[in-house]
């Protein structure tokens, strides 16, 4: 069976400073590998996908995140954290060659300070 | 291009009632797939459609069901509502899979 860990319920950054909101996921065979953020009362909007390539994947609004299969993590990253990234983030996890159900993490509270 | 319409967005119900909650897809995306949200549970998967077939179903009672149009515009019902169902029940699209979600902005549903 396939799982996500978001280890963290929170994250506490200043503004400016780096942010990292950590996801570990086990899979049976490959993975493929979303973030999702979501901001009060709305749904979920994609940021970033890893499928295969490149371990370094860039997305929407600054996020990157690093594909690591032998920590099975993909940890989303931004250099210099805005007040505007305050929202919730989710991790989830597809697995290649099953049916494809995917499995969110619990989510991660980012808190940027000014 | 239009994003992912829930409708209703906000509805309020009594224990043992139903509620149908519909929801269109991005013009040209074929899958269509329904999640609930709760604080305590998180985002649980419920069921997948692709061209009018259910693909997957989630670990969830039989009182909830769904199905999927020839237009791609998806249906869940849930009959004989508990308290328990009260949750934000997010609809998602994708062009393809495994592609990324596109969500809709959900129905807030309340069991009194």
């Known amino acids: 069976a396939q799982s996500v860990a978001q280890p963290e319920d929170q994250v506490n950054v200043a503004e400016g400073n780096p942010l990292t909101v950590k996801c570990t996921y086990s899979?049976?065979?490959?993975?493929?590998l979303f973030w999702y953020v979501q901001y009060p009362n709305r749904g979920l909007q994609f940021l970033l996908k890893?499928?295969?390539?490149?371990?370094l994947v860039k997305g929407s609004y600054g996020f990157e995140a690093e594909f690591n299969k032998s920590q099975t993590s993909f940890h989303l990253k931004k250099p210099s954290a805005l007040v505007s990234d305050s929202a919730l983030y989710f991790c989830?996890?597809?697995?290649?060659?099953?049916?494809?159900?995917?499995?969110f993490g619990r989510g991660t509270s980012l808190i940027v300070h000014p | 291009k239009a994003g992912v319409t829930q409708t209703p967005r906000y509805l309020i119900k009594t224990r043992g009632q139903q509620v149908t909650l519909s929801c269109s897809p991005i013009?040209?995306?074929?899958?269509v797939s329904w999640y609930q949200q709760t604080p305590g549970q998180g985002l649980q998967f419920l069921f997948e459609?692709?061209?009018?077939?259910?693909?997957n179903k989630g670990n969830f009672p039989g009182r909830f069901s769904g199905r999927q149009f020839s237009n791609s515009r998806s249906e869940m019902n849930v009959s004989t509502l508990e308290l328990g169902d009260s949750a934000l029940y997010l609809c998602?699209?994708?062009?393809?899979?495994?592609?990324?979600?596109?969500f809709g902005e959900g129905s807030r549903l309340t069991v009194l």
């Open positions: 459609y692709f061209s009018e077939t259910q693909r």
């Open positions: 013009s040209g995306h074929r899958s």
């Open positions: 890893y499928i295969t390539g490149d371990n």
């Open positions: 998602a699209s994708s062009f393809k899979l495994p592609g990324e979600l596109f």
């Open positions: 899979v049976s065979g490959n993975p493929y």
């Open positions: 989830a996890v597809r697995e290649s060659g099953g049916s494809y159900i995917p499995t």
